[in-house]
T-cell receptor, first 116, second 115 residues
Framework: GAGVSQSPSNKVTEKGKDVELRCDPISGHTALYWYRQSLGQGLEFLIYFQGNSAPDKSGLPSDRFSAERTGGSVSTLTIQRTQQEDSAVYLC??????????????FGPGTRLTVL | AQSVSQHNHHVILSEAASLELGCNYSYGGTVNLFWYVQYPGQHLQLLLKYFSGDPLVKGIKGFEAEFIKSKFSFNLRKPSVQWSDTAEYFCAVNAAPGGSYIPTFGRGTSLIVHP
């Protein structure tokens, strides 16, 4: 079946502009995660959804970052007033169900964001 | 809180060499452990996982990892690497109770295999 998809694959924007990144998880996966991958920094957790609610937003780096999920499916990560340090690859992952630790995450291809 | 350390950030090997990538975690309770791989230009995918039972776990493409609870380690191994194993490797841990169901990832190890 279809995997996790993300759009756009690449986004170049000017400093100060707002951007929206989209994630379509695997159908039926109730848990959804956003990570940020910077060169040499590994994966930085941003936010996690269980259904449409976000029990853990602890990783969001500032109030310029927000995310929502609707219909228990598509999620959008919004970055307002982008800064150059926001440049990174933003990864989305979904998992069948939270609370079962051994379930693996399935990752999307990521959105490469470049802020000029 | 759970954390993961990958001590080797960059590894360069020749084909047919043996590979061992270190992964240590800090958490005293029950853990589930994962290795993910990211080939150049591709998305992260699961290589193998441990959740219970035999501490020696076999994954895809000839990889294996051994969970040693006393050492808080989950090192990845492969007896003979191939050029196609060139990739970024990430160790991750889920921990409970008291930990987080959100997997914590290590910083990753970049492996380059020369033909």
């Amino acid at each position: 079946g279809a995997g996790v998809s993300q759009s756009p694959s690449n986004k170049v924007t000017e400093k100060g502009k707002d951007v929206e990144l989209r994630c379509d998880p695997i159908s039926g996966h109730t848990a959804l995660y956003w990570y940020r991958q910077s060169l040499g920094q590994g994966l930085e957790f941003l936010i996690y959804f269980q259904g449409n609610s976000a029990p853990d937003k602890s990783g969001l780096p500032s109030d310029r970052f927000s995310a929502e999920r609707t219909g228990g499916s598509v999620s959008t990560l919004t970055i307002q007033r982008t800064q150059q340090e926001d440049s990174a690859v933003y990864l989305c992952a979904s998992k069948y169900r939270e609370g079962r630790m051994y379930n693996e995450q399935f990752f999307g291809p990521g959105t490469r964001l470049t802020v000029l | 809180a759970q954390s993961v350390s990958q001590h080797n950030h960059h590894v360069i090997l020749s084909e047919a060499a043996s590979l061992e990538l270190g992964c240590n975690y800090s958490y005293g309770g029950t853990v589930n452990l994962f290795w993910y791989v990211q080939y150049p230009g591709q998305h992260l995918q699961l290589l193998l996982k441990y959740f219970s039972g035999d501490p020696l776990v076999k994954g895809i493409k000839g990889f294996e990892a051994e969970f040693i609870k006393s050492k808080f380690s989950f090192n990845l191994r492969k007896p003979s690497v191939q050029w196609s194993d060139t990739a970024e490797y990430f160790c991750a841990v889920n921990a409970a109770p008291g930990g987080s169901y959100i997997p914590t990832f290590g910083r990753g190890t970049s492996l380059i295999v020369h033909p």
